[in-house]
């Protein structure tokens, strides 16, 4: 009888043993799982700046070639674009696309250069679509492009949809990116409920 006892308080015991290491190993799951989560982020958020980087350098080297933005010399304001950033990028890329035929194409890169050559893919998140044309960012929203079309230094984003110019404040800028933090996708309006983390801005 006390043999049987005692087998069975080590069976218990055991059991107990058990629970508390599945315990452990989910806890360190979990932190490991956050852990991995951060890295991702850290890495999408260093993609983007890369990848608006690489706009920056294109539309500097347009400005440098032809003394202007790569929009259409009717364009006297300030500017953003968004489900049509293909409109910039087909132009820095010479390469036609839904909403830059070949003739608006011709008129703004008449000596077919070609200022940005990015990865082309039929995916929507960290590349260009082969169909649209459109660069999204690697949380698959496109990169909003503010053009200064008024050439006066700066971005009046009142007059893109913010409510008030501080939530852009660019200073002296040409072109810069709303950066999206949650995975929420952007309206062709911006709207003051999204995490304007940082606007990449030169001149």
Do not use: H
């Given at each position: 009888m006390n043999?049987?006892?005692?087998?069975?308080?080590?069976?218990?015991?055991?059991?107990?043993?058990?629970?508390?290491?599945?315990?452990?190993?989910?806890?360190?799951?979990?932190?490991?799982?956050?852990?991995?989560?951060?890295?991702?982020?850290?890495?999408?958020?260093?993609?983007?700046?890369?990848?608006?980087?690489?706009?920056?350098?294109?539309?500097?080297?347009y400005y440098t070639e032809y003394g202007r933005y790569p929009i259409a010399s009717s364009v006297t304001i300030?500017?953003?674009?968004?489900?049509?950033?293909?409109?910039?990028?087909?132009?820095?890329?010479?390469?036609?696309?839904?909403?830059?035929?070949?003739?608006?194409?011709?008129?703004?890169?008449?000596r077919q250069i070609k200022f940005l050559e990015p990865k082309v893919v039929a995916f929507?998140?960290?590349?260009?679509?082969?169909?649209?044309?459109?660069w999204y960012d690697p949380w698959g929203a496109p990169f909003m492009i503010f053009i200064d079309g008024d050439y006066s230094g700066d971005i009046t984003a009142t007059s893109l949809g913010f409510a008030t110019n501080p939530q852009v404040g660019v200073g002296v800028a040409s072109v810069g990116y709303y950066f999206v933090k949650n995975k929420m996708p952007l309206t062709s309006t911006p709207s003051t409920t999204y995490d304007k983390t940082y606007l990449l801005s030169w001149q």
């Amino acid at each position: 009888m006390n043999i049987s006892r005692s087998s069975r308080s080590g069976a218990a015991f055991t059991l107990i043993e058990l629970l508390v290491v599945i315990s452990i190993i989910a806890i360190l799951a979990s932190l490991a799982f956050t852990s991995a989560q951060s890295a991702m982020l850290a890495a999408k958020r260093v993609q983007a700046k890369n990848d608006m980087s690489q706009i920056a350098g294109a539309v500097q080297s347009y400005y440098t070639e032809y003394g202007r933005y790569p929009i259409a010399s009717s364009v006297t304001i300030d500017v953003s674009y968004y489900n049509t950033n293909d409109q910039i990028i087909s132009v820095l890329r010479y390469k036609t696309s839904p909403n830059m035929p070949q003739a608006s194409l011709d008129a703004l890169n008449q000596r077919q250069i070609k200022f940005l050559e990015p990865k082309v893919v039929a995916f929507t998140k960290a590349c260009v679509n082969t169909t649209s044309g459109i660069w999204y960012d690697p949380w698959g929203a496109p990169f909003m492009i503010f053009i200064d079309g008024d050439y006066s230094g700066d971005i009046t984003a009142t007059s893109l949809g913010f409510a008030t110019n501080p939530q852009v404040g660019v200073g002296v800028a040409s072109v810069g990116y709303y950066f999206v933090k949650n995975k929420m996708p952007l309206t062709s309006t911006p709207s003051t409920t999204y995490d304007k983390t940082y606007l990449l801005s030169w001149q």
